[in-house]
């Protein structure tokens, strides 16, 4: 059993920027990939960015590129979404997410953290 904790975010105007953090225990970070998706209100939950379980690749959704950096600690328990250049339809909550190496699906989901980008 793995758990996913998020911390970070909070209410912001556009143009500002957040560091989501995930703290995972249970497994090492190093194993598995890790990944971001957000869902806003009245939306299904989507893919935000994902980093490969070597960190040798990173992938975003489309509208991220540029503005969001995912990236792993030091000791590879802790899994970060850097937010640059934030928007208000960035505004969702935002959940980490573990996939372990041969599975078909995430395995393991944190119970959130809501961003809200508003004037």
């Known amino acids: 059993q793995v758990q996913l904790v998020e911390s970070g975010g909070g209410s912001v105007q556009p143009g500002d920027s957040l560091r989501l953090s995930c703290v995972a225990s249970?497994?090492?970070?190093?194993?598995?990939?890790m990944a971001w998706f957000r869902q806003a209100p009245g939306k299904e939950r989507e893919f935000v960015a994902r980093i490969s379980w070597n960190n040798a690749f990173t992938d975003y959704k489309d509208s991220v590129k540029g503005r969001f950096i995912i990236s792993r600690g030091d000791n590879q328990s802790t899994a970060y979404l850097q937010m640059n250049s934030l928007k208000p339809e960035d505004t969702a909550v935002y959940y980490c997410?573990?996939?372990?190496?041969?599975?078909?699906?995430?395995?393991?989901w944190g119970q959130g953290t809501q961003v809200t980008v508003s004037s």
């Open positions: 249970g497994r090492p970070l190093s194993s598995h990939e």
């Open positions: 997410a573990m996939r372990l190496r041969g599975s078909s699906t995430h395995d393991y």
